[in-house]
């Protein structure tokens, strides 16, 4: 095993444990390609200061997986590492956007497994030509500023768990050459070279030498130098806010902020996190909004499921109903879920035909109650309700409901989220402490079924 490949490693650990807290055990997702096997192979050829469980998800898309999966398991039992292969069993049906939705599944059965075996970080193989490839990528979307920094060494995946990329200043080639001087004989993906997709052309562009890596390399590292000014500016904003007790997130899922002069607003991750968006809302209409703001500091805004509020005392962020409000999720039967991106529902008294839904879908609730989750059962009754909603349904067990709002404002940001913004630490070596305060009033109307749990 190559030195340089250990030490990539060494130093992404060393990198993280001083921007949040060292992590005991990692999940390693390990494909059979040159470059997660290199990842295998370090992890091997490194001291066990971390455990490490390995994970080979198998798509179903291919009928070589399965057999690929068995060659990964086989590698790790020469190296005495656990192994898992977690099936995507919808993959042999999946249409539309293949590599997009197999990319998300993958992730949501890697996120799975580390929460199985208590791991604190998922590390991917990702290296400098990946890294080169989404620049380019993002560039070809008219990306520009900190969006054209790449991929981050690391990122928030759940709270508790991150996502690790050791290799992101190596190229492929000294991965290909850590695995060949192993004695090994990587997998190759056809989905490498299949044309079909844009990441392929970019490769054989670059194979070709048709781009300036130099000015490449340049543009990428000014995108990171802002993008680092970006997080360093919204994080002491927050904390600085957090510290005052100016900001602070509820149980229920509001945001209140009084901003002072000088506030460098981290409004996209505000309206991100209260709105439940999965990206931020496009950055010019993030800047009109904040400059109407500063101009008049009141008023009422709509923006990327966010309802933004301005008063004598201070912003309100809640979360927008809309046409339909928040999409019901299945209540499940083991382990918790997620709903609206908002809250992780932990113990919801579940079975397969049990679902969680927004208040406001039974014409119920007003701001912001109406998209706070219930669960509903087969015939429509309500079984279950948020703790915030207990004064109106007191014969009724509340959900086990945590917000994810506050983890999801500090998202990738150095260091341990305020108190104040969220009850559920980002490592997850540290306990879990109360939620904050639960809304006083409820505005409910009407009357809705009510069933014993």
């Not at 791991?119 to 989404?134: F, S």
């Not at 999801?408 to 402490?433: C, F, H, S, Y």
């Not at 009357?447 to 014993?452: E, G, I, Q």
Request: contains cysteine; proline residues 7%; charged residues 25%.
């Amino acid at each position: 095993m190559t030195s340089e490949t250990v030490e990539a490693v060494e130093v992404a650990l060393g990198r993280f444990a001083l921007a949040r807290s060292p992590v005991r055990r990692v999940v390693l997702a390990v494909s059979g390609g040159p470059d997660s096997l290199a990842l295998l192979l370090a992890f091997a050829g490194r001291p066990p200061t971390v455990e490490v469980c390995v994970a080979t998800v198998d798509h179903r898309l291919r009928p070589e997986a399965a057999g690929e999966a068995a060659f990964v398991a086989a590698v790790c039992r020469e190296l005495g590492l656990p192994h898992r292969t977690l099936v995507w069993r919808e993959g042999a049906g999946a249409t539309g956007n293949l590599m997009a939705t197999a990319r998300e599944a993958r992730y949501g059965l890697l996120v799975e497994e580390a929460a199985r075996v208590g791991a604190q970080a998922i590390v991917a193989a990702h290296h400098r030509d990946d890294q080169i490839e989404t620049h380019l990528l993002a560039r070809e979307r008219g990306a520009s500023g900190a969006a054209l920094a790449g991929m981050r060494p690391w990122r928030d995946l759940e709270p508790g768990l991150v996502l690790l990329r050791p290799f992101l200043d190596l190229p492929k080639a000294a991965l290909v050459d850590a695995v060949a001087r192993a004695g090994l004989e990587a997998i190759a993906d056809p989905g490498n070279r299949d044309l079909r997709f844009r990441r392929a052309h970019l490769r054989a562009e670059l194979a070709q030498e048709r781009h300036d890596l130099g000015a490449i390399a340049k543009a990428m590292a000014d995108a990171a130098t802002l993008r680092r000014e970006v997080d360093d500016a919204a994080a002491e904003t927050i904390r600085r806010a957090c510290g005052d007790a100016r900001l602070d997130v509820d149980a229920a899922g509001v945001a209140h902020l009084r901003p002072t002069t000088g506030d460098v607003l981290p409004w996209s991750r505000l309206l991100t996190g209260v709105g439940g968006g999965l990206h931020p809302p496009p950055s010019a209409a993030v800047d009109r909004l904040a400059a109407r703001f500063a101009a008049e500091g009141k008023g009422v805004v709509t923006l990327g499921g966010c309802r933004v509020e301005g008063g004598r005392d201070g912003i309100v962020f809640m979360r927008e109903f809309g046409r339909s409000g928040p999409a019901s999720v299945a209540s499940g039967t083991s382990g918790p879920v997620v709903f609206d991106r908002r809250f992780t529902i932990s113990s919801a008294p579940g079975r397969a035909d049990r679902r969680i839904e927004a208040l406001g879908r039974l014409g119920l609730g007003g701001i912001p109650h109406r998209t706070l989750p219930v669960l509903i059962g087969p015939d429509g009754g309500l079984l279950a309700v948020h703790p915030a909603l207990s004064g109106r349904f007191p014969a009724l067990p509340p959900l086990a409901a945590i917000q994810r709002i506050g983890w999801r404002i500090w998202a990738d940001l150095p260091g341990e989220p305020p108190e104040r913004l969220t009850a559920q630490p980002q490592n997850a070596a540290n306990p879990v402490k109360a939620v904050g305060k639960d809304l006083a009033a409820t505005y409910l109307r009407g009357r809705v079924k009510v069933r014993a749990p």
